[in-house]
């Protein structure tokens, strides 16, 4: 027994009125082409077979959206059931609306019996155009709401294992900085001083983002700063930067550690394998409706025996993570620099500030 209120149950002989007033012009505009072809044989005037048309083909196209085949089981043999009945009471309205007499049905019965037959096999062929397209637009919006669903789960997958990166500090550079640091304790006491206080600005930038979903892209930045600051510690004169990010785009949304991982790069397959180093500029701009970050590396280059052709496996999960991030309205390149090293260019919707 249903639990819902009489009220609110489903009702099909109401339901079968609802339909668009688009569907509604198109069946009364294919019943009166078909009308307009039976006028032809017919010497009576044009409201004749127009009213006769209509009355079946109104009536079966209710009693189709009453018994709704594309949602049932055994959907052929629903709308055969549906239409035979539609014409059925077509047939009625015709001999009421038309006021044939009882007498007159009875002595034309074979010609009402061709009536119904004729409103039967157009009926059936025209509910199968409609049945056909219904069921297309159903598939399609099922594959649209299943391409939705993994484009959800592909987004949580890298979101997860964001999350599990986001809760590493990377061992190898965290035992690197405490060595130097220890090193210049005995060797430089205030040099020791300095290091130590870049890995705690490093870690009090990197900390809070271990739990964190979303970030800005000043954090981002600042996080970029205080990472740099160590390895020039470290890389001595051959490390330079710059970071140029206007104060108006320091709020806006940007996801956790995709700047970091593009700073990294550049670092590791740029600055460090040339003998000279090198220099770091971060750069961010405004453009039309997109948000462009921009690290460029005066180092190796692309085309070097130790760079990056761009398909590593951090580069790959900056795309990777674009994409399920933003779909196709994210964007990476990675080009070479003037006069010499490499240019990765982040493309993210922008994002206005809301006005307070």
């Given at each position: 027994?249903?639990?819902?209120?009489?009220?609110?149950?489903?009702n099909?002989?109401?339901?079968?009125?609802?339909?668009?007033?688009?569907?509604?012009?198109?069946?009364?505009?294919?019943?009166?082409?078909i009308?307009?072809?039976?006028w032809?044989?017919?010497?009576?005037?044009f409201w004749?077979?127009?009213?006769?048309?209509?009355?079946?083909?109104?009536?079966?196209?209710?009693?189709?959206?009453v018994?709704?085949?594309?949602?049932?089981?055994?959907?052929?043999?629903?709308?055969l059931?549906?239409?035979?009945?539609?014409?059925?009471?077509?047939?009625v309205?015709?001999?009421?609306?038309?006021?044939?007499?009882?007498?007159?049905?009875?002595?034309?019965?074979?010609?009402?019996?061709?009536?119904?037959?004729?409103?039967?096999?157009?009926?059936?062929?025209?509910?199968?155009?409609?049945?056909?397209?219904?069921?297309e637009?159903?598939?399609?919006?099922e594959?649209?709401k299943a391409?939705?669903?993994r484009?959800?789960?592909?987004?949580?997958?890298v979101?997860?294992?964001?999350?599990?990166?986001?809760a590493?500090?990377?061992?190898?550079?965290?035992?690197?900085?405490?060595a130097?640091?220890?090193?210049?304790?005995?060797?430089?006491?205030?040099?020791?001083?300095?290091?130590?206080?870049?890995?705690?600005?490093?870690?009090?930038?990197?900390?809070?983002q271990?739990?964190?979903?979303?970030?800005?892209?000043?954090?981002?930045?600042?996080?970029?700063?205080?990472?740099?600051?160590?390895?020039?510690?470290?890389m001595?004169?051959?490390?330079?930067?710059?970071?140029?990010?206007?104060?108006?785009?320091?709020?806006?949304?940007?996801?956790?550690?995709?700047?970091i991982?593009?700073?990294?790069?550049?670092?590791?397959?740029?600055?460090?394998?040339?003998?000279?180093?090198?220099?770091?500029r971060?750069?961010?701009?405004?453009?039309?409706?997109?948000?462009?970050?921009?690290?460029?590396?005066?180092?190796?280059?692309?085309?070097?025996?130790?760079?990056?052709?761009?398909?590593?496996?951090?580069?790959?999960?900056?795309?990777?993570?674009?994409?399920a991030?933003?779909?196709?309205r994210?964007?990476?390149?990675?080009?070479?620099?003037?006069?010499?090293?490499?240019?990765?260019?982040?493309?993210?919707?922008?994002?206005?500030?809301?006005?307070?």
């Amino acid at each position: 027994m249903s639990t819902l209120p009489a009220a609110t149950r489903p009702n099909p002989l109401i339901d079968g009125f609802r339909v668009s007033w688009r569907t509604l012009l198109l069946i009364v505009a294919i019943d009166t082409a078909i009308a307009l072809v039976l006028w032809i044989d017919d010497s009576r005037p044009f409201w004749h077979p127009l009213v006769t048309v209509q009355l079946f083909g109104l009536s079966i196209a209710y009693c189709v959206s009453v018994a709704a085949p594309w949602d049932r089981a055994q959907p052929m043999r629903r709308l055969l059931v549906a239409v035979a009945v539609g014409s059925l009471i077509g047939i009625v309205l015709v001999i009421l609306v038309k006021g044939y007499p009882l007498s007159d049905v009875r002595t034309r019965f074979t010609f009402f019996a061709m009536n119904f037959f004729a409103a039967f096999v157009n009926g059936l062929l025209i509910s199968l155009i409609f049945f056909v397209k219904r069921r297309e637009a159903r598939a399609a919006a099922e594959l649209h709401k299943a391409e939705a669903e993994r484009h959800l789960l592909s987004k949580q997958a890298v979101e997860a294992e964001l999350k599990l990166m986001q809760a590493q500090v990377e061992p190898h550079f965290l035992f690197n900085t405490l060595a130097s640091v220890q090193y210049l304790v005995e060797t430089d006491p205030k040099q020791a001083n300095v290091l130590l206080g870049h890995l705690i600005g490093y870690l009090r930038a990197a900390l809070p983002q271990l739990r964190a979903s979303s970030s800005t892209l000043g954090r981002e930045a600042s996080l970029a700063e205080a990472y740099l600051n160590i390895l020039k510690m470290r890389m001595g004169p051959r490390l330079s930067f710059a970071i140029d990010v206007p104060p108006a785009l320091r709020d806006h949304p940007f996801p956790p550690n995709l700047l970091i991982s593009l700073v990294e790069n550049a670092i590791k397959h740029g600055i460090e394998p040339a003998a000279d180093g090198g220099t770091i500029r971060l750069g961010a701009s405004h453009t039309d409706d997109a948000l462009v970050v921009t690290v460029t590396d005066t180092g190796l280059g692309l085309d070097a025996p130790a760079g990056t052709n761009g398909q590593g496996i951090g580069l790959t999960n900056v795309r990777e993570r674009l994409a399920a991030l933003y779909g196709a309205r994210g964007r990476f390149t990675l080009e070479p620099a003037s006069p010499r090293g490499t240019r990765a260019t982040l493309s993210l919707p922008y994002e206005a500030p809301v006005a307070a």
